[in-house]
């Protein structure tokens, strides 16, 4: 933690600045107060003493409006040199004063939890800037600690809870093939058997989060979008029943940089979505040009609220099935290739667009 407790206030530092500013203004204007004094408050001392030398009658004297005349100009020159100082305080020097803090503020703005690296503060000579760069620094600690011990309790208890959600399914399958087994029993088994699924999924959904947000996949795959999506389309269209899946890929190659297991990942939680929120022959869309990946799909429902879709356990309505994880494993999957992904009701459509781009992909035609 960088930093030194030790030097001056922001409010000393700035009025030594300031004095040392209108001392040295000052200074450089001690010509014109010379000139002042010798043509306005001297002037009729020196012509009385030269026609005393010369022996020359004594002149008529304005001394009255000479004084009124040296005054204004003296109090001009003064708020003209104040005025010159404050300006030059405050542009100059407190822009010179405030660069510790501007430079926290680049930094911190820079900083992400995911990272896991905390910021390294330059030290200033400004006792407020370094306490507010300690107390930043021990805040990210805090934040970074609190960080690693909630994706730690994450990954560990989806881990401890795949072998016994696999012993709990495991013995209602033996349960299920029970020859006395009555029809009430053979009901309660099998809404047992949907939870234990309900919980398989969420466990899972929950154990990748946690090895998207660890790192644990490698990011240098060459994925030819176009290929993958054609090899899950056979896949999909035995999923959606009376709903029509129409595709339109623009570019016969489309390549990019990322790891294949979370891509096919990524486009089958959107298109599940797409599914689940659909309609009775509906239709859901899949168009690839322009570096985008575009997912849309009729609905019954009305627009989402783009601001909350991607949190996660994050569900519009209670009648809505599956776990609320799906699209915050899209939005994880994204932020972990740099790719983005917005959401726009459109035309009574649900439209999720993947923007390939930041990730520098590569278009290119088939030979």
């Not at 985008?292 to 429902?301: C, F, H, K």
Request: glycine content about 4%; aromatic content about 8%.
């Amino acid at each position: 933690m960088g930093g030194r407790m030790n030097g001056k206030s922001l409010l000393s530092k700035t009025m030594t600045q300031f004095i040392i500013c209108t001392v040295i203004i000052l200074l450089l204007a001690t010509p014109l107060f010379y000139l002042l004094t010798k043509y306005y408050y001297a002037e009729d001392m020196i012509d009385i003493i030269e026609a005393t030398q010369q022996g020359h009658p004594l002149p008529q004297l304005d001394l009255e409006e000479d004084i009124m005349h040296g005054v204004m100009i003296q109090f001009a020159l003064i708020s003209g040199v104040l005025g010159i100082a404050i300006v030059f305080t405050m542009h100059f020097i407190a822009r010179r004063l405030w660069k510790p803090f501007d430079e926290t503020l680049k930094r911190v703005e820079k900083f992400r939890l995911e990272s896991g690296v905390v910021l390294q503060f330059p030290d200033s000579d400004i006792k407020e800037f370094n306490r507010l760069n300690q107390a930043v620094s021990l805040l990210m600690e805090n934040s970074m600690k609190s960080y690693r011990t909630q994706k730690e309790f994450t990954e560990n208890a989806s881990h401890e809870l795949q072998t016994p959600l696999a012993v709990f399914q495991s013995k209602l399958d033996l349960l299920l093939q029970q020859p006395d087994m009555t029809e009430q029993q053979a009901l309660v088994i099998q809404d047992l058997y949907k939870v234990s699924g309900r919980l398989s999924r969420l466990n899972k959904n929950l154990l990748l989060l946690a090895k998207i947000d660890n790192k644990q996949y490698p990011q240098s795959d060459t994925l030819d979008i176009v290929a993958v999506l054609n090899e899950l389309l056979p896949f999909w269209e035995s999923l959606t029943g009376e709903i029509t899946i129409s595709a339109s890929f623009r570019e016969p190659i489309f390549v990019t940089n990322g790891t294949r297991i979370l891509f096919e990942s990524m486009v089958n939680n959107l298109v599940v979505n797409a599914v689940r929120h659909n309609q009775p022959n509906g239709i859901i869309q899949l168009e690839v040009g322009d570096q985008r990946l575009i997912v849309s799909n009729t609905s019954d429902e009305a627009a989402l609220d783009a601001k909350l879709i991607f949190n996660r356990f994050y569900r519009p309505s209670e009648k809505v099935k599956g776990n609320g994880l799906g699209l915050a494993i899209v939005k994880a999957i994204c932020d972990y290739h740099g790719w983005t992904i917005t959401y726009q009701y459109t035309n009574e459509l649900h439209v999720f667009t993947i923007d390939f781009a930041p990730s520098r992909s590569i278009t290119r035609s088939r030979p």
